[in-house]
Structures are given as C-alpha cells and as structure tokens.
C-alpha cells in the first residue's frame, strides 16, 4: 500500500464551487505539505504542518485552506475556486532529513 | 533570494551517461535532493547529499556537490528507458527547515 494517499486522483469542478482535497499517510511524520504543480514552475508550497496544532503559510496560500485532523491526515480546501488554480496538486510529508514523500496527485480543473 | 535553477531539457542515447545539472542560491542549504517524476505519478526520492559533502553514489546514480560553485549535479549511469521522466533538483534551507525549494525540473528522454 502506498505511503501517502490523496482522493480524489481527478475532479474537475465549475468556478465559485468549494472543493476539498484530501490526504492521508502511513509513515508516522509529523510534517505534511500541500504543494502545487504548473507546467514549467516546479512545485509551489501552499501550506506546511510540523503538527496538529501548527500550521503554516506557504508562498501561493491565498485562495486555499487548510485542515490537519489528525497527524495522518492533512486537507486542503478551496473554499471558492477559480480557474487559475487549475493545476496538479501534490501532498507530502517529510522524514528526518527533510526529505519529502509525496502522494500521486490530484488532476484538478476548474472551468 | 532563494532559487534552484535547472536546464528544461535532456536528451541522451540510451546506454549512454547522463548528467543533469542545477544551480542554487542559497548558501545555507543543508540537503540537497533529487527527485524523478513519471509521467501521472508523484515525485519520487531518489536520493540526497548533506550540504557537508562533495560526492553520494548509489548504484547507476552518482551525486556530485560543489559547495563553492553551488552546483549540484545527477549522473545516470547506462542509462535506459525506464530513466525516462522528469528530474527535479531541490535544497533544505538551514534557516527555515520547513522550507525546500523545488527547481523547474529537467525532462530526461531517451533516444535509441
């Protein structure tokens, strides 16, 4: 089974809609991360966790939403979305030397 | 400011070496990592190098680390077709540990 898992793996959804990404994980990390993917961009952080109760800004957080309900289980909402956040959506957690372990993504467009 | 920076493209014979480069800004790094993305799939670790460093191998892959320069460099050694993907460079910033800057990756293909 895999370390880290996102549902949905795709979901396209109309501008002003709220949706709601989610994430689970096995590997008993403390830190969880949601990132984005543009073409081109690399992985842009939107939101990072070191625990159930810290949560934390990434650079591209406006317009997203975060949720850690657990230390296995980190959310990430949209409360409002738009088409400019169409893009590849990636979950990840990180081990002691800050390596990331990421998830299989969420393909998500917004029309 | 913090960046990494990479070439976007690759493209090597199959069997060949291939060396993928990047460059990064921050001084303060304290690990430096690659990772391999396939196509529809998450990014995968590959492997990573203390900032303290110079050279990691791990069988067909070989880490080079030029601390002065800022250099980081991947080498896939007989590279085959399974190697085809995207290949991102990243750092762990000593200051702020939460925070590690992905480069724009290098797509790697493989021709015959």
């Known amino acids: 089974d895999a370390d880290v898992t996102q549902t949905p793996r795709n979901r396209i959804t109309k501008t002003g809609k709220r949706i709601m990404l989610e994430c689970s994980q096995t590997?008993?990390?403390?830190?969880m991360y949601w990132y984005r993917q543009d073409p081109g961009l690399g992985l842009r952080l939107i939101y990072y966790s070191f625990d159930v109760k810290d949560i934390n800004k990434g650079e591209i957080s406006d317009g997203y939403s975060v949720s850690r309900q657990a230390q296995a289980k980190f959310s990430l909402s949209l409360e409002s979305a738009i088409p400019n956040q169409t893009a590849l959506y990636f979950c990840?957690?990180?081990?002691?030397?800050?390596?990331?372990?990421f998830g299989p993504g969420t393909r998500l467009t917004v029309t | 400011g913090e960046d990494v920076e990479q070439s976007l493209f690759l493209s090597v014979r199959e069997g060949d070496s291939s060396v993928i480069n990047c460059t990064y800004t921050d001084s303060s790094s304290t690990y430096l990592y690659w990772y391999k993305q396939e196509p529809g799939a998450g990014l995968q670790l590959l492997t990573y190098i203390f900032s303290n460093m110079d050279m990691k191998q791990d069988q067909r892959l070989t880490v080079l680390l030029n601390k002065k320069d800022k250099h980081l460099s991947l080498r896939i050694a007989d590279t085959q077709t399974g190697d085809s993907a995207i290949y991102f460079c990243?750092?762990?910033?000593?200051?702020?540990?939460?925070?590690?800057?992905f480069g724009s990756g290098t797509r790697l293909s493989i021709r015959p």
């Open positions: 990840a957690t990180s081990g002691p030397t800050y390596e990331q372990y």
């Open positions: 590997k008993g990390h403390d830190r």
């Open positions: 990243a750092e762990s910033i000593r200051s702020s540990a939460s925070k590690i800057i």
